[in-house]
């Protein structure tokens, strides 16, 4: 018998609060089997308590099959770290996901999550500010082997996305990507990160497997959510070899929080991604095709030009799996 899946669900802050309720009903509705408990992390929590997240937590979160997450705002102050960078670090979450499929295409953008200039290694004086933008050999490989391993999986194209002629880092990051791909075996090229933007929405159908660093992934995909109705619709996974954490690309939206506006679309895929990862394709499908009958009835939120509420749309779709 296998054990009961535990799943932690944390809404963290700002329309996370909001998206997060109504994946949750979904994935509570497909698998009544599954256990979810709350962790409440985020900046919310530390005006409340002064701490954003405990050691507790971490451990809370380790201790879950997987972690279904919101949003968590980082304000803009001296000493604040942040609580996302502190949780892909703990979980040793190294590799983001981050599918962006529309008409005729599907990108997935696979994203280095542990170092380059979100390494965390800064400072600040005065009259200056330092990043340090890491790129080790070891997280060049262990990402660039599983962007390798999905490219294989789709039989799709690899694109190594950097800025080699200006940054010696990235000189080091396509040199390894280019070695594991050729003794890989799998068909590659590589673009100038600028360059790739621009192209990637222009030709979107030459895409499938984009693979980078930290920043530069983190920025594509945003740029990326413009071909497909923008952030409301894109989820992510966050993959180690241990854990897995799975979130929406957009973060809190604070402009739009607690207006009942705000897209469900792209916490409810991420849920999908989490229920693919935990071995159900056929609930994660369930989800696609769910949100595809609402919107096909046109049934819409605000940012897509329509209504409904957040809640609204959430409880359609809820009717919508059950047809
Ligand atoms: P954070 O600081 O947490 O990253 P942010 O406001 O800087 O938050 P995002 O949360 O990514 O950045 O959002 C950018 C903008 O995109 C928001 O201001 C909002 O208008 C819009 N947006 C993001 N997510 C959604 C959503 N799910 N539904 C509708 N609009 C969204």
New binding site residues.
Partial sequence: MTSRRRIAIVEG???GRE?IPVAEAVLARLHPDYEFFPVDVGYGRWERTGCPCADRDIALLKSADAVLFG????PPMKDYQSVMLRIRKALDLYANLRPVRGDGFEILIVRENTEGLYSGIEERTDDRATTLRLVTRTGTERIVKAAIALARQRNGLLTIGHKANVLKSDVFFRDICIAEAESAGVSYNDKFIDALSLDLLQHPKNYSVVVTTNMFGDILS?VASYLVG????VPSANIGDEHALFE?????????AGKN???????LRSAAMLLDHLGDPEGSLRIENAIQTVLSAGIL???LGGSTG?REFGEVVLTALCL
Wanted: hydrophobic share 40%.
């Fill in positions: 802050d700002g329309i998206v949003a968590i705002t980082t945003d923008g952030l409301g619709l929406p690309v957009h973060g809190s939206a604070p402009d739009i506006v705000a897209n469900p679309i792209a916490a939120t605000r940012d957040t």
